[in-house]
């Protein structure tokens, strides 16, 4: 009769025995599962790929194009117990080369024999980092994958992040699934025309790189060297603001603070949507007027600007966004200050905004935040080195913007240059 009483026991242990193999079996596939949605989410390989570029040791070459023009470059990254080092050098044309060590950002130009310096506490990556799309922009864009391809003989996953309407442009992105670093990314309009892409033709992730590999390849001893510090700006300030219902829907402002331009101090305003960023310059100092002032606007590429006139103050607007993005951010800017007088309104930005005209009479805004850098700051050379970006920058200004040194190519002054392989929202003051 005894083994007859032990048996329900050993029979009810049996069960229970079941019962937790059956709640691990399914707590198992069910873990399987989340990582495989996971690993599928768009977003998630986005994020991945951005924390990829700021955490990785990588050199590579990419081919660089925009508005016509191709580029070759390249980028040297590495993560050290110093901090982040990078080296991001043209091949082309004048073998302009950034460097950044920590937050000491050069820049040499060869063809100017000028080294231009700038320090900043919150510098992003040359390369930026790539969209991200947040909860505030989530709405306004629609992230996919489409179908998996290979990029340069390596398997690559391809996201698609496209805008809901015309007032801002999508991107596309091609990542390595072995690695999670982007393979090429392209920038494109609502319609989907390629704007700007950036493709690599070489891509390594080695565990140490030398010292030497982050050294400039000119002798830049005899060069002329210009030191951007932070800007020690007149305490007379606007107060600015700006109309929300103006403003396109998404946008709103994140960041605001004072610089130094050639010309005097302006107020500088980056509106984000939480992908793409515009720029906003309000001057302050005011100079005798050349010329009469009036509404200007320009696009070459995947860049905009817009300038007009409010409340007698000249308020220009840069982005690579499409071109009613700018103007109506323009146009909603207000300040509480007095108008200054008309002669003082006519002036824009002094250098910033001097007038350049074309042959045929013409004038373009690309032209006068050109001529107070000289021809290095061409728009055309605003990629790369071009914001980040953008992929983007983390802080920088819209997509595949430039490191923001003052007066570098590609970088309106002072401003944040969304950074190379596209942009991220909310430029700091220096880095488009």
Known sequence: MRPLRLQPRAANRSSAAATLWAAGSCAALLASAVAAVAEDDPLEWLARTDQALA??????????????????????????????????????????????????????????????????????????????????????????????????????RVIAVVPMDQLRYGYRVWIDEATAMPLKTQLRSSSGQVLEQIVFT???????IADSELEPAVDARNYR???????????????ISWEESVLPPGFRMTVSARQVLHSGPVEHLVFSDGLASVSVFVEIGRKQPTEHGSDDAATIGSSSAY????????????GEVPPDTVRAIALSIRTAAPAPSMPESLLGMGGL???????????????????????????????????????????????????????????????????????AAGAAPGRH
Do not use: W
């Open 55 to 156: 955490t990785r040791n990588y050199e590579g070459v990419f081919v660089h194009e925009h508005a016509g023009e191709t580029e070759t470059l390249r980028v040297i990254h590495r993560v050290g117990s110093d901090g982040v080092s990078e080296r991001l050098l043209s091949m082309d044309g004048s073998g302009r080369e950034f460097i950044r060590k920590g937050s000491q950002l050069t820049c040499y130009l060869p063809d100017k024999r000028t080294v231009l310096e700038e320090k900043s506490n919150d510098a992003g990556l040359l390369l930026g980092s790539l969209p991200q799309v947040d909860a505030s922009s989530v709405r306004l864009y629609q992230v996919t994958e489409l179908q998996k391809t290979r990029v340069s003989g390596r398997d690559a």
């Open 202 to 208: 070489d891509l390594r992730l080695p565990a140490h």
């Open 225 to 239: 060297r210009v030191q951007h510090l932070a800007d020690p700006v007149d305490s007379r300030g606007l107060s």
């Open 307 to 318: 300038s007009t006139v409010v409340q007698g103050y000249r308020v220009t607007a840069v």
């Open 353 to 423: 905004l001097t007038p350049a005209r074309h042959t045929d009479g013409s004038g373009s805004i690309f032209d006068e935040i050109s001529a107070t850098q000289g021809p290095a700051a061409s728009p055309d050379n605003h990629g790369l080195g071009s914001g980040r970006a953008g992929f983007g920058s983390g802080n920088g200004t819209t997509a595949f913007g430039a490191p923001g040194v003052s007066g570098v190519p590609g970088a309106a002054p002072g401003v944040a240059g969304g950074a190379a392989f596209g942009g």
